[in-house]
């Protein structure tokens, strides 16, 4: 900021192991989006390192970063982030896209992961003729579409109502049951409730690191 320094992360140190589900969670500044921007390699560190199945990635250029996200990590996010001219199959077949995969092979499996969320039936649709719940699990569909070694959601539930929160939450533990690694970050304890370990962050640092023995998909 100007001629200012400003540390957003503080000698954190972590370890993150496959098919854990973990929710970040902190006030405002306290570094938790600066962290999801990190392990998501939308960011690289300014010092100290990030191995991602035991590859350094805190090293690698933009274009390297960018095949990475695309392979190993799915974003979900508050706003949904879709694309309003393509249809619900067009938005969630996209990453394939980018990774180079047949107009056939890719539709499949956008078809395939639309069935898992409960999508089938509105894969023609467009973001617009759909609801806040339906463009989430749109979102979801996506992030799952490359079969990634994460799920990153960013506040997934922030623009939804209290039940269509807890309709998404389930997916979530559905997608964790089912072997993935996820990570949350949001501010809701009762979403937190939902993952196996919370670290809470505060001014950059790691004020703890829990984890919760009684999380269930009964919150």
């Known amino acids: 900021m100007g001629t200012t320094q400003v540390n957003a992360l503080q000698d954190i140190s972590m370890d993150v192991y496959k098919n854990e589900y973990l929710a970040l969670m ?5 570094g938790k989006s600066t962290l999801m921007n990190l392990i998501g390699c939308l960011d690289t560190p300014t010092s100290g390192q990030y191995w991602l199945n035991d590859t350094e990635v805190s090293t690698m250029t933009d274009d390297e970063l960018a ?3 695309n392979k190993e990590i799915g974003f979900v996010f508050q706003t949904f982030n879709l694309l309003p001219r393509l249809t619900a199959l067009e938005n969630v077949a996209l990453p394939l ?11 499949e499996k956008a078809q395939q992961v639309l069935d898992s969320v409960g ?7 467009k973001p617009n003729e759909l609801s806040g719940g339906q463009r989430q699990r ?3 569909a996506r992030a799952l579409v490359n079969d990634p ?6 506040e997934p539930t922030g623009n939804l109502d209290t039940k269509t929160s807890i309709e998404i939450m389930d997916i979530f533990d ?4 089912a072997g993935n690694t996820v990570i949350l970050v949001t501010h809701e304890p009762d979403i ?3 993952a196996k370990r919370v670290i809470w962050l505060r001014d950059g640092l790691i004020e703890s690191d829990t984890i919760q023995e009684t999380a269930s998909a009964e919150g």
Do not use: C, F, Q, T
């Open 192 to 194: 937190a409730e939902k």
């Open 67 to 69: 095949h990475v996200r």
């Open 119 to 125: 999508l089938g039936d509105r894969v023609e649709h």
């Open 138 to 140: 749109v979102a979801i």
């Open 174 to 177: 559905k997608i964790h049951a």
């Open 26 to 30: 902190g006030p405002s500044g306290s």
């Open 149 to 154: 070694s994460i799920i990153l959601a960013d």
């Open 97 to 107: 896209v980018y990774a180079g995969v047949p107009r056939k092979i890719r539709l």
